[in-house]
């Protein structure tokens, strides 16, 4: 089960990012269970949409103890760090296609945390907001969160600066997009000015004016995306209550998704 979830090429590119475990100098103790069959469990209740407390035994770590490690991991950046290795080794390949990127997001409920507010499409109730940029095959490049209530025009800014220097298979590391391709909810002159100034060429749909057919014809791959996304049954509704650990699954589901791609 270990090697099926955490596969050898899945466990090289972790160890490189995973912090040192802590030592004890004064001995005693219980054992501390290995990474890899730690990072198993995460990556089961991240697939499968199970508690903490539904962790089968057949893991080893309990889940309260996978559940303490993933935190520990959160709080080092672990998870945006893989995310961003599994990119490198994607860009080195040639496996990115930054010739047109699209952006988008998609809503879930939410049962407490912060980061959360109204949904405006779920007649006000509490949830959260995954916002994403994707390359032209809809692989991830970046990830956030918010509360429902925050209007997707307000993540573009965060989401362009957020995707990382990639490596490329000739030539420096790249992190702008040629195109960048939004429905009608990102039409505003604000953002094309933006967008322009950092050398973006804009492709967004201007209300009452263009029809959303024609973009679909670019966009709907960041839809299948979001499609892939609730493959990660956790994401299916927000349980943790820090944005955080949240976060931390969304980091983990965009990972697995450019891990398949590395590995075909």
Known sequence: MVEHLVP???????????????????????RRYGDREVLAAIVFVATSGCTWKQL?????PSGPTAHRRSGEWSRARVWAKLHRLVLDELGARGDLDWSRCAIGSVNMRALKGDLTGPNPVDRGKKGSKIHLITERTGLPLSVG???????????LEPLVRGIPPIRSRRGPRRRKPAKL????GYDYDHLRRWLRKRGITHRIARKGIESSTRLGRHRWTIERTMAWLAGCRRLHRRYERKAEHFLAFTAIACTLICYRRLTK
């Open 181 to 184: 391709h939004a429905d009608k």
């Open 145 to 155: 969160i918010s509360g429902a209530n925050l209007h997707g025009s307000q993540a």
């Open 56 to 60: 089968p035994p057949s893991f080893g």
């Open 8 to 30: 050898d090429e899945l466990w090289e590119l972790f160890e490189r990012v995973v912090p040192p475990a802590p030592t004890r100098p004064q001995g005693g103790g219980r």
